[in-house]
C-alpha cells in the first residue's frame, strides 16, 4: 500500500517541482485554501500553541498570525518539493548568507562542527551552504517517516548538493565514527523538539513557559570536541531568505551545564518575537510545560 501511494503521489510531486516559481507560489495559495479553510490541518494545535505563547495579544493578533503562519507553512513544504528540481544557481540566489567569513573562521578551527537550527524561516534549503565555502562533510539530522518510499524522497531531496542525511538515532554513532577516522565533519540539527517530561535532563524558560530541552547536542559537543554554532535564518520576503552564522561555543568544555542550549533557546525566541508567523506553530512544542 505505501508503494501504491508512492507511485499515484511522486508524478505530481515531481511536476509541482518544475513549475515556474509566479505559478509555484500561485499554487501555493490554493493549497494554504485547503489546508486552512477545507481541511483544518491543525488548526486548534496552532491557534493554542499561539494563545500559550502570546497570552497578551487579543484574538484578532492571534488570528491574523495563524493565517500568516499557514501561508508560509504551505510555502516552505512546497519549497521542499521544488528542491527536487531547483537548480545550485537559483538556491543560493533565494537563500543567502550574510556573513560566509564565519564558516570560514568556523572551520579554521580544524575540529567539527554541530549547526544549530529552529523550526523558523527555512531549514529545508540550508543545504545551500555548499555554495557558501562549506567543505567538511556535511549531514543533517531528520526524524524517519513511516512510510519508506517517502522517507527514501525526502532523505533524496534533503541529500541534494553533498549532505548526507542522517536519522536521529544513528547521530552519535556516526559523529563518533567521523572522529574516529579524523574526518572533519558539519552537522545540522533542529533542537527546539520537545522530549518527554520524564527524560528531560534540563527545563528552561522559552516564550514565557518551561518547557523541557533537548540537550543532545550540547552533550555531544562536550563529549567530542565540537564547535557549536547558531543558524540565524530569516525570510525576506516570499521564496527568499538570509542566513548569518552565530557563534554559540567555538570550545564548549568551557562552559556551565545547559549554559549553550539557554542561549540557542534565546536566540530562537528572539526570531520568533519578531516575527512570528514564521516559526513551526503545527508541532506541539509546549506539550509538556510545567505552567
Same mark, same amino acid.
Given at each position: 500500500?505505501q508503494?501504491l ?5 511522486y508524478? +505530481?510531486?515531481w511536476?509541482?517541482?518544475?513549475l515556474?516559481?509566479k505559478?509555484?507560489?500561485l ?14 490541518y491543525?488548526?486548534?494545535?496552532? =491557534?493554542s500553541?499561539?494563545?500559550l505563547?502570546?497570552?497578551k495579544?487579543?484574538?484578532?493578533? +492571534?488570528?491574523?498570525i ?9 510555502d516552505m ?6 528542491t ?8 543560493k540566489?533565494?537563500f543567502?548568507?550574510?556573513?560566509p ?9 580544524? =575540529? ?14 540550508v543545504?545551500?551552504l555548499?555554495f ?14 513511516k512510510?519508506?518510499?517517502?522517507d527514501?524522497?525526502? =532523505?533524496?531531496?534533503?541529500s541534494?548538493h553533498h549532505?548526507t542525511?542522517l ?12 572522529k574516529k ?7 545540522g540539527? +533542529? ?9 528531560? *535532563?534540563h527545563?528552561?524558560?522559552f516564550m514565557g ?12 559537543? *562536550?563529549?567530542l570536541?565540537l564547535?557549536?554554532?547558531?543558524l ?5 520576503k ?6 548569518e552564522f +552565530? ?6 568544555e ?6 549553550i542550549t539557554e542561549k540557542y533557546?534565546?536566540l530562537?525566541?528572539?526570531q ?7 516559526y513551526?506553530?503545527s508541532? *506541539? ?6 505552567n
Amino acid at each position: 500500500m505505501q508503494r501504491l501511494v508512492f507511485i499515484a503521489v511522486y508524478p +505530481i510531486l515531481w511536476f509541482i517541482s518544475i513549475l515556474p516559481f509566479k505559478i509555484f507560489y500561485l499554487f501555493s495559495d490554493f493549497v494554504y485554501v485547503i489546508v486552512y479553510y477545507v481541511v483544518g490541518y491543525r488548526k486548534n494545535v496552532v =491557534k493554542s500553541n499561539l494563545e500559550l505563547a502570546f497570552p497578551k495579544k487579543s484574538k484578532k493578533e +492571534i488570528h491574523q498570525i495563524q493565517k500568516k503562519f499557514y501561508h508560509h507553512f504551505c510555502d516552505m513544504f512546497l519549497e521542499m518539493v521544488k528542491t527536487m528540481s531547483i537548480s545550485g544557481t537559483a538556491l543560493k540566489k533565494r537563500f543567502v548568507v550574510k556573513n560566509p567569513e564565519e564558516l570560514e573562521r568556523l572551520q579554521s578551527l580544524d =575540529k567539527s562542527h554541530i549547526i544549530l537550527l529552529g523550526h523558523y524561516a527555512s531549514y529545508e534549503w540550508v543545504n545551500a551552504l555548499h555554495f557558501y565555502g562549506l567543505t567538511y562533510e556535511a549531514y543533517g539530522v531528520y526524524k524517519k517517516i513511516k512510510n519508506r518510499y517517502f522517507d527514501c524522497l525526502i =532523505k533524496r531531496i534533503r541529500s541534494k548538493h553533498h549532505t548526507t542525511m542522517l536519522a536521529t538515532k544513528d547521530v552519535p554513532k556516526q559523529i563518533l565514527r567521523n572522529k574516529k577516522d579524523q574526518l572533519l565533519s558539519s552537522y545540522g540539527m +533542529i533542537a527546539d523538539q520537545a522530549p518527554k517530561g520524564a527524560h528531560a *535532563k534540563h527545563w528552561l524558560k522559552f516564550m514565557g513557559r518551561e518547557v523541557p530541552a533537548f540537550t543532545g547536542s550540547e552533550v555531544l559537543a *562536550k563529549r567530542l570536541d565540537l564547535a557549536l554554532t547558531y543558524l540565524h535564518i530569516e525570510k525576506v520576503k516570499r521564496g527568499h531568505y538570509t542566513a548569518e552564522f +552565530i557563534p554559540l561555543a567555538d570550545h564548549p568544555e568551557n562552559f556551565k551545564d545547559f549554559e549553550i542550549t539557554e542561549k540557542y533557546f534565546q536566540l530562537l525566541e528572539e526570531q520568533i518575537r519578531d516575527k512570528p508567523e514564521y516559526y513551526l506553530w503545527s508541532h *506541539k512544542r509546549w506539550k509538556h510545560a510545567k505552567n
